[in-house]
Each structure stands twice: as structure tokens, then as C-alpha cells.
């Protein structure tokens, strides 16, 4: 009956972590694959705030959500991308960032006839959330100069400009997966433009907002030029990161509309969601929303939120550092100019395959490897892994 069905390719990031459970050598083996944060110690991290919200829940029932979700969640989130300014948002908490990006997707395929364009390089599963929305061919503009490591500004204007008025655009808010290279301050503003020129419809990816800089108005500062400039742009938000909430599946959707669009395009993103998954789980929206509304539980949140992103910030100074120690004639200053939880290496594939067959380094085949996975530990075994493999 299922002779017909082949055996998919395992996912490029997920496939790669059950690779590296099943590899003997636990002693030393090191593992930079998934983008979730590790202590020191490379233990996962349950943030205080986290703790102290859940234990308030455990009294909760087990009702059912609206379709859109929790109200005090999507109202907390709101305030988080948009500032004070919420009026014209339009607001479904959504499974994490995937499922945010996917129902926008959804939408935007059965109302609004446009390409989609996403960058060259991006998360992979990108593109598996388009095809499977029905966007079968999605188109790619420029975004990483793979000689230098960074980015080619120029070619990313001139393929927006090049793209039809109306087309949908993928962008990362801040902290790019998996290039860690966001655009300056002055380069959003220039973009914004080519939008507003274009008529372009920006669809922002947020899944580490507070992870680029530690100051959450700061890394949403290009969804709010947008905003401001008029651009109605979309945010797909996922609190995986920034909460520690890997599990619990917690993200939103923001759509910015008219006000007398707004029950229209709130109807149709709830009739998708529903025919989806129905409603959305209840447990990681009430963290969250406690969280977000508690001025104490805030304020620790802040201050884990710069826990993380400062170790990853002195990690990759200690990473460069011993990089330099151990090979000779190499630059390693992208390690410390890029930003976020991912440092892009620039290592081939064949270099990435070598360090996991006889280094038992893993990182993706495309060089990219999770800082949240480098201590203080591993940081000196993995410079002369990444050594030896270079000399080869
Ligand atoms: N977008 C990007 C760019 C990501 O890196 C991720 C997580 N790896 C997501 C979206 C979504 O993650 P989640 O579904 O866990 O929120």
C-alpha cells in the first residue's frame, strides 16, 4: 500500500540532532546544531521568571482557547512589536513562530496573488512552510556575499527592485538565522523606502527578539520604522527563544490592516486556524502573559534576557580568540561581528562533514553553528578541531 512512498530526506537541523544522540563518543562529542540556549554547563535553562509564573498556574484549568487565543496574550505581544500603537493590529497567537509563519502564509496565498520572496540563505524550514502553503515555487533574493561573509546590500536592493510591485517579502527581524548579519539602522530606513516605492509587502520573521542586542524596542525597531512609515507590515513571533519555551509552542501572529479590514482578515485567519489545529495550547501563552503583565516577572525577564545574549556575546570573543590562537592566516572577525544566537562560519560542507566523522563536532552542512552550544568548556577542543580540519 505504501510502496509508493519513498523515504524523505531527514530535516537538515532536527534530522542532524538525533544523528548526533545516536554518535558513541559522549565524552566529547559537541553538539552546535538546534538554536536553543545552554548554560555554561550546557544545560537548558529555565528562566526564574518562567518558574515563578508556572508555579502560579498550576491551579489553571484545561478549557479550551479561542481560536485566536488567550486575549491577555495577544494584547501583552502586541504591545511588545507594535509599542503603544496597537490599533490597527490584528493579533492570533499561533503554534510558536512556525505556525505563525504558516498561517500567514495560508492567508496570503488565498487573498493576496503575489511571489513570495524569502532571503538566500534563511532558516530552511522556510521553504518547507511555503511549499506546503501552496507557494510552489518560492523566489530568493540576495542576502549573504558568501566570499566575505557579509552582507551584499547592494544585490538585496537591487533583486527587491527587480521583483514584481506587490510581491511578498520575507525579513528577519533581527539576529538572521543563520547568518547572524542583520542590516544597520540607515539600511532599514533605505529599504523601507524601496517598500514603500514597491508597494511590497513586509513580513517579518521574529523569533529572537532581545537576542540581538538584549533591548527588546531596539531589535523591534525595523518592524516599527515599518510601521510608522506606513508599510502595514506582518510580524510571525515565537517565544521559543526568548522565553526558553521550546515545548510549550507559544507565538503570535501580528497582521497591521485598516480598522475596517479587521474583522474581515481576523475571520479568515481564525476559519484557517481552525480547520488547522482548532485553538491554540493554553499553558505557554498564560506564562507569557503572566509575565509580560507582572512589573517584577518583567523585570527579571529583562535580566535573563541579557544573561543569555551576554554569554553568547563574551562566548564568541573567546571562541575568535582561541580560533586565532590555533590556525594561522585566517580572519575570524565575523565570528565577533555577527550577532545572535548563530555564527555562520563560512566552513564547506566538506569541512562540516569532516568534523563530525572524525571530530564529533556537529553543526549544520552549511556552516552554521548554534553559539548557545560553545563553553568554556568545549570552546578550546572545538578551535583545534576547527584547526585541524582547515590544515587539512
Ligand atoms: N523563524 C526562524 C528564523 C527561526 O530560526 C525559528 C526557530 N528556529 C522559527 C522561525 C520558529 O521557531 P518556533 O516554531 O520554535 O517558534
Known amino acids: ?128 512552510i511555503a511549499r506546503d502553503a501552496g507557494f510552489a515555487d518560492p523566489r530568493t533574493y540576495a542576502y549573504l556575499d558568501d566570499a566575505t561573509s557579509r552582507l551584499d546590500f547592494e544585490s538585496m536592493l537591487a533583486d527587491l527592485d527587480a521583483a514584481p510591485d506587490g510581491s511578498i517579502v520575507l525579513l528577519h527581524l533581527c539576529a538572521h538565522n543563520p547568518t547572524g548579519v542583520d542590516l544597520t539602522l540607515p539600511q532599514w530606513e533605505i529599504l523601507a523606502d524601496l517598500f514603500a516605492r514597491k508597494s511590497l509587502l513586509p513580513l517579518f520573521d521574529s523569533a529572537y527578539l532581545g537576542f540581538a542586542t538584549g533591548d527588546l524596542d531596539r531589535d523591534a525597531k525595523p518592524f516599527r520604522l515599518f510601521f510608522e512609515k506606513g508599510l502595514a507590515p506582518w510580524a510571525c513571533v515565537s517565544f521559543s527563544k526568548n522565553f526558553g519555551l521550546y515545548s510549550e509552542r507559544v507565538g503570535a501572529l501580528h497582521a497591521t490592516v485598516r480598522v475596517e479590514e479587521r474583522d474581515a482578515v481576523l475571520g479568515h485567519l481564525k476559519k484557517i486556524a481552525r480547520a488547522m489545529y482548532s485553538n491554540p495550547p493554553a499553558f505557554g501563552a498564560r506564562i507569557v502573559s ?102 587539512d
Open 1 to 128: 500500500r505504501w510502496t509508493h512512498v519513498g523515504v524523505p530526506p531527514a530535516d537538515p537541523i532536527l534530522g542532524l540532532k538525533v544523528v548526533f544522540r545516536q554518535d558513541p563518543f559522549t565524552s566529547s562529542k559537541i553538539d552546535l546544531t538546534v538554536g536553543a540556549y545552554r548554560t555554561n554547563d550546557g544545560e537548558p535553562w529555565v528562566l526564574p521568571a518562567v518558574r515563578v509564573a508556572t508555579e502560579r498556574l498550576l491551579t489553571a484549568d484545561h478549557e479550551y482557547l479561542p481560536i485566536d487565543g488567550l486575549p491577555a496574550f495577544t494584547r501583552a505581544t502586541q504591545r511588545l512589536m507594535y509599542g503603544d500603537d496597537v490599533a490597527s493590529a490584528v493579533t492570533v497567537q499561533t503554534l510558536s513562530g512556525t505556525g505563525a509563519v504558516r498561517l500567514s502564509l495560508e492567508f496570503l496565498k488565498r487573498f493576496f496573488d503575489a511571489p513570495l520572496y524569502l532571503p538566500r540563505i534563511t532558516w530552511s524550514n522556510h521553504f518547507n
Open 290 to 391: 503572566t509575565v509580560l503583565e507582572d512589573p517584577d516577572l518583567y523585570a527579571s525577564w529583562l535580566d535573563s534576557l541579557h544573561v543569555m545574549s551576554d554569554r553568547i556575546f563574551e562566548t564568541r570573543g573567546l571562541l575568535r580568540s582561541h580560533l586565532e590562537n590555533a590556525t594561522r592566516d585566517h580572519d575570524w572577525d565575523h565570528i565577533t561581528s555577527q550577532i545572535g544566537m548563530f555564527c555562520f562560519t563560512g566552513l564547506t560542507k566538506s569541512q562540516v562533514l569532516e568534523l563530525r566523522e572524525k571530530h564529533h563536532v556537529y553543526m549544520l552542512d552549511n556552516g552554521r553553528v548554534s553559539m548557545a552550544g560553545v563553553n568554556t568548556r568545549n570552546v578550546e577542543p572545538l578551535a583545534a578541531a576547527i584547526a585541524a580540519v582547515l590544515e
